[in-house]
């Protein structure tokens, strides 16, 4: 093995974490996925199987337990903001030590979260764009035609982050490392709450939302676009716009995918963190207020 070679333990190794675990396997490093007794189990002795366009279809040997034991180079955090409290069980803070701690979560509030639980110079928050899901344990089918992250933490000194970032764009994905941290994850915030909330409260893909409720989704990205720009945060909402019109028709939202299959909903990850930034900066949001009240009251 190159003496580059990173240790990278894997905290939810679904849609998202199996992918980036498989990749980097793939690549020659260490891997160990953090999940649950059936799921570390099917791991150990099956691998993680991977269909994708962009990266083929493979399969990756990989180690797994149920609670990080040893030292590592980084730890990515690939579970939704729902089940995250539980998942962190499985990583307790002297066990981490030194290590990166990455976490790949939609909003904006668990940076200053899980600083509170970890090294604060050592939480370097990332942002991926992907279609990625978890078909069954270790099955992992990738749709996009694309996988991209941006990494990101103001804390975290600079030659950590490139060391990561090298070995994630080596394994696969184009990757970056920006130097603004509330600039990329609003970037993706701005982007993901008008998508998310409108495809969930209609229960339709992209293409019919952007059709059949422009005004909304058009009222929804300016107020998003107003409370990212008071945050330190991009905002285009032109441009927006015009990334959702590029969008297949069918695409849907995870948080939509999830209130179909009758999971949790990321709703206060997401619209509500949005709402209590709208409120600390003094930005009206009715679009967005009404649909997170409509998205509640509807049982999620």
Same mark, same amino acid.
């Given at each position: #093995?190159?003496?580059?070679?990173?240790?990278?333990?894997?905290?939810?190794?679904?849609?998202?974490?199996?992918? !980036?675990?498989?990749?980097?396997?793939?690549?020659?490093?260490?891997?160990?996925?953090?999940?649950? %007794?059936?799921?570390?189990?099917?791991?150990?002795?099956?691998?993680?199987?991977?269909?994708?366009?962009?990266?083929?279809?493979?399969?990756?040997?990989?180690?797994?337990?149920?609670?990080?034991?040893?030292?590592?180079?980084?730890?990515?955090?690939?579970?939704?903001?729902? @089940?995250?409290?539980?998942?962190?069980?499985?990583?307790?803070?002297?066990?981490?030590? %030194?290590? !990166?701690?990455? &976490?790949?979560?939609?909003?904006?509030?668990?940076?200053?979260?899980?600083?509170?639980?970890?090294?604060? %110079?050592?939480?370097?928050?990332?942002?991926?764009?992907?279609?990625?899901?978890?078909?069954?344990?270790?099955?992992?089918?990738?749709?996009?035609?694309?996988?991209?992250?941006?990494?990101?933490?103001?804390?975290?000194?600079?030659?950590? !982050?490139?060391?990561?970032?090298?070995?994630?764009?080596?394994?696969?994905?184009?990757?970056?490392?920006? &130097?603004?941290? @509330?600039?990329?994850?609003?970037?993706? #915030?701005?982007?993901?709450?008008?998508?998310?909330?409108?495809?969930?409260?209609?229960?339709?893909?992209?293409?019919?939302?952007?059709?059949?409720?422009?005004?909304?989704?058009?009222?929804?990205?300016?107020?998003?676009?107003?409370?990212?720009?008071?945050?330190?945060? &991009?905002?285009?909402?032109?441009?927006?716009?015009?990334?959702?019109?590029?969008?297949?028709? &069918?695409?849907?939202?995870? #948080?939509?995918?999830?209130?179909?299959?009758?999971?949790?909903?990321?709703?206060?990850?997401?619209?509500?963190?949005?709402?209590?930034?709208?409120?600390?900066?003094?930005?009206?949001?009715?679009?967005?207020?009404?649909?997170?009240?409509?998205?509640?009251?509807?049982?999620?």
């Amino acid at each position: #093995m190159a003496n580059d070679e990173l240790t990278v333990a894997v905290l939810g190794p679904g849609g998202i974490g199996g992918l !980036l675990a498989a990749l980097l396997a793939r690549a020659g490093h260490r891997v160990i996925c953090l999940a649950g %007794d059936e799921t570390a189990r099917t791991l150990r002795t099956d691998g993680i199987r991977v269909r994708s366009g962009l990266f083929g279809d493979f399969t990756a040997s990989v180690e797994a337990d149920t609670e990080l034991r040893e030292p590592v180079d980084a730890c990515l955090v690939a579970v939704k903001h729902t @089940a995250l409290d539980a998942a962190l069980t499985r990583v307790a803070p002297p066990a981490l030590g %030194d290590a !990166l701690l990455v &976490p790949f979560l939609n909003g904006v509030e668990h940076p200053a979260t899980l600083r509170t639980r970890y090294r604060p %110079d050592r939480v370097a928050p990332a942002v991926i764009r992907i279609e990625s899901t978890r078909l069954a344990p270790g099955v992992i089918e990738h749709g996009s035609p694309f996988a991209e992250v941006d990494l990101t933490g103001d804390l975290v000194p600079r030659a950590r !982050l490139d060391t990561l970032a090298d070995a994630f764009a080596a394994a696969g994905p184009a990757t970056r490392v920006l &130097p603004d941290e @509330a600039a990329a994850l609003w970037a993706k #915030m701005s982007f993901l709450a008008p998508f998310a909330l409108l495809t969930t409260r209609y229960g339709l893909p992209l293409g019919d939302v952007r059709t059949h409720h422009r005004d909304e989704l058009t009222a929804l990205v300016s107020e998003t676009a107003a409370v990212s720009r008071a945050c330190g945060g &991009p905002a285009d909402p032109a441009a927006a716009l015009a990334r959702y019109d590029a969008f297949p028709p &069918p695409t849907k939202s995870s #948080m939509q995918r999830d209130a179909e299959a009758g999971r949790p909903l990321e709703l206060d990850a997401i619209g509500g963190a949005l709402l209590r930034a709208a409120e600390r900066h003094g930005v009206s949001v009715p679009v967005t207020a009404r649909l997170v009240r409509e998205l509640t009251n509807a049982g999620h």
